[in-house]
């Protein structure tokens, strides 16, 4: 069982960046892969981010790909993602995410585990 709290949303201007944290309690961090989504009213959840047990290995859509940066350090048992260049689009209600799949790469969006979200709010 792992669970997972969200901390770093707010309030920024577009341009501005910010930076979320998603901190695990658990045994073996290191063998889930991580995932950060967002869902926006009225919009269906968007995976935005995610990355293996190592942090070797992720993956970004279009839509955020070269402004957004997903890292994690398993000795903090803790996952972050760093936004940069941010606009009115990206305001959402931010999750982490986290599935048991040990060593290998997951590309799905099946996660088991969630976080209670962080509100992120983009203005121009």
């Known amino acids: 069982q792992v669970q997972l709290v969200e901390s770093g949303g707010g309030s920024v201007q577009a341009g501005g960046s910010l930076r979320l944290s998603c901190a695990a309690s658990g045994p073996t961090f290191s063998s889930y892969v991580l995932a950060w989504f967002r869902q926006a009213p009225g919009k269906e959840r968007e995976l935005v981010a995610n990355i293996n047990w190592n942090g070797g290995r992720a993956a970004y859509p279009d839509s955020v790909k070269g402004r957004f940066t997903i890292s994690r350090d398993n000795a903090k048992n803790t996952v972050f993602l760093q936004m940069n260049s941010l606009t009115p689009e990206d305001t959402a209600v931010y999750y982490c995410?986290?599935?048991?799949?040990?060593?290998?790469?997951?590309?799905?969006?099946?996660?088991?585990?969630w976080g209670q979200g962080t509100q992120v709010t983009v203005s121009s």
């Open positions: 995410a986290a599935k048991y799949y040990g060593l290998t790469w997951y590309g799905g969006e099946d996660y088991d585990y």
